[in-house]
């Protein structure tokens, strides 16, 4: 298995189909980009971004009754858009997850632990014009707030997804009233670009919305 490693973290990828270490060529993903048909590097089995406290992998199909358990949250849901259910039954992990093992590529993945998947995070992508310019969004179970998860999470996260899917632009729309979102943003070194008035309609209420981005060439 091949094994890079940048400032304080590594991604560890491998070949599903053939087992084959993956030459050392540095980024995997230039590696999938350029030889996509010698090796399935973007495994369940291989994929692993190993961060602090937590690490960032694909989805399996036995997270389903934790994502359950933990996105059950109406904390959660207050901050994300409607389409993420609540209340949130295993059906509805396991239909998560069923859209997530169709995507191509997958931009979807778990947050996990040693035991088990504790969150989630990752990318809308833009189309047509907006092909270079993908959406993000993330959300952590509630035991593990307020211990900097997040933070270095999306840190690293938008660093591997310029990256992975070549993109110029990352973004995200928190609202003007989650902190905790907006703290992760500004520290990832997100731009505030604005103030989307009365953009969302939730939980009964109409609310603001924050637009950051952080554009592929600020990355330092
Ligand atoms: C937002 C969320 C991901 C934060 O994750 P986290 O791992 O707890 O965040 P961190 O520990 O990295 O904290 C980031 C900052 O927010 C602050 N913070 C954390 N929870 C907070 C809260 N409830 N209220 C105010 N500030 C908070 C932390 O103190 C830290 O600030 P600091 O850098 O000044 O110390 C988590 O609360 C969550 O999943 N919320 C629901 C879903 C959501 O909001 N998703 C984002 C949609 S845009």
Redesign the pocket.
């Known amino acids: 298995m091949w094994e890079g490693k940048k400032e304080s973290y590594s991604i560890q990828f491998g070949c599903r189909k053939c087992s084959n270490h993956v030459p050392d060529a540095g980024w995997i993903f230039t590696i999938a980009q350029h030889q996509p048909d010698k090796h399935y590097v973007m495994s369940n089995k291989y994929m692993k971004i190993s961060l602090r406290d937590c690490l960032i992998r694909y989805w399996k199909k036995e997270d389903a009754p934790t994502i359950a358990k933990y996105a059950n949250n109406r904390?959660?849901w207050l901050?994300?858009r409607d389409r993420f259910p609540h209340p949130y039954h295993l059906s509805d992990a396991e239909d998560f997850l069923t859209r997530v093992f169709e995507q191509q590529p997958v931009t979807f993945f778990a947050i996990a632990n040693e035991k088990e998947a504790i969150g989630s995070i990752g990318l809308m992508l833009g189309e047509d014009i907006h092909r270079y310019t993908a959406e993000l969004?993330?959300?952590?179970a509630e035991p593990?707030?307020?211990?900097?998860?997040?933070?270095e999470v999306v840190s690293k996260f938008t660093d591997f997804a310029f990256e992975r899917f070549e993109l110029h632009r990352i973004f995200?729309e928190?609202y003007t009233n989650?902190?905790?979102?907006v703290?992760?943003l500004e520290?990832s070194g997100f731009i505030l670009e604005g103030t989307l008035r009365g953009n969302v309609f939730k939980d009964g209420k109409i609310l603001d919305q924050y637009l950051y981005a952080k554009i592929r060439d600020e990355i330092t």
Do not use: C, E, V
């Not at 593990?144 to 933070?151: A, C, D, R, S, Y």
């Open positions: 904390k959660i901050n994300l969004g993330y959300w952590l593990f707030w307020n211990k900097g998860i997040m933070t995200a928190p989650n902190t905790a979102s703290r992760i520290k």
